[in-house]
């Protein structure tokens, strides 16, 4: 299957502070990128949907100027948490689609905020 | 909207089957299946699109109902390395955009 990665795997802030998450598709190109957050023991809530070259579209409920989403490449989109508090803190996981619909997902970053 | 998965958990002994169900509300374009291990990513099985089919992966199959438009998972003579939360993605507007159910644990015993 396709590769996605994601950078850091674990960070731990002060509260205040910005945090920036990487996602990159490593063997291919991802058209479409996906924003998902895990609290624990639940499912995944999709916060937004990242096209390379073009705003990113939010869900119902998410704070685009918190949650600052850019997608530069076709391999890379990166997820920034402006000022994070603590009720931040989550799994944070992306996913990049193929054309074919499938969504290879990344290895998640787990924010603690302080 | 997310759709409905059962059962919320099944346990089960080395070798045992066991289904787990997810259905919807709207008509469905797709259903995906996952599988997430404790503190890891979800890891993809299978998709299922839209005019009613089956796949398989090893011991794992599933069938999509679209006229019901749930999809069920089927689990064959289970290993211990089929532990896991398993997670339904369903696409009810061709968008690619999912909603996830909220999951059946799998455990499974030697």
């Known amino acids: 299957g396709a590769v996605v990665s994601q950078h850091p795997s674990r960070v731990i802030c002060k509260s205040g502070t910005s945090v920036k998450i990487e996602c990159r598709s490593l063997?291919?190109?991802?058209?479409?990128m996906f924003w998902y957050r895990q609290f624990p023991k639940k499912s995944l809530m999709l916060m937004a949907t990242?096209?390379?070259?073009?705003?990113?579209?939010?869900e119902q409920g998410v704070e685009k100027d918190k949650f600052l989403i850019n997608h530069a490449s076709l391999t890379l989109s990166t997820l920034t948490v402006t000022s994070a508090h603590p009720e931040d803190s989550s799994f944070y996981i992306c996913?990049?689609?193929?054309?074919?619909?499938?969504?290879?997902f990344g290895p998640g970053t787990r924010l603690t905020v302080l | 909207q997310q759709p409905v998965q059962s059962p919320q958990a099944v346990i089960l002994r080395e070798g045992e089957d066991a289904v787990i169900n997810c259905s919807s509300s709207?008509?469905?374009?797709?259903v995906h299946w996952y599988r997430q291990k404790h503190g890891e990513a979800p890891v993809f099985l299978m998709i299922?699109?839209?005019?009613?089919e089956q796949k398989g992966h090893e011991k794992i199959s599933a069938s999509f109902n679209e006229k019901k438009q749930q999809s069920s998972l089927y689990l064959t003579a289970s290993q211990l390395s089929y532990s896991g939360t398993y997670f339904c993605?369903?696409?009810?507007?061709?968008?690619?955009?999912?909603?996830f159910g909220a999951g059946t644990t799998v455990t499974v015993r030697a």
């Open positions: 990242s096209n390379e070259g073009s705003k990113a579209t939010y």
């Open positions: 993605g369903t696409d009810d507007s061709n968008d690619y955009k999912l909603s």
């Open positions: 996913s990049g689609s193929l054309l074919t619909n499938e969504q290879f």
């Open positions: 063997d291919f190109q991802a058209t479409t």
């Open positions: 299922l699109l839209k005019g009613g």
């Open positions: 709207k008509a469905l374009y797709s």
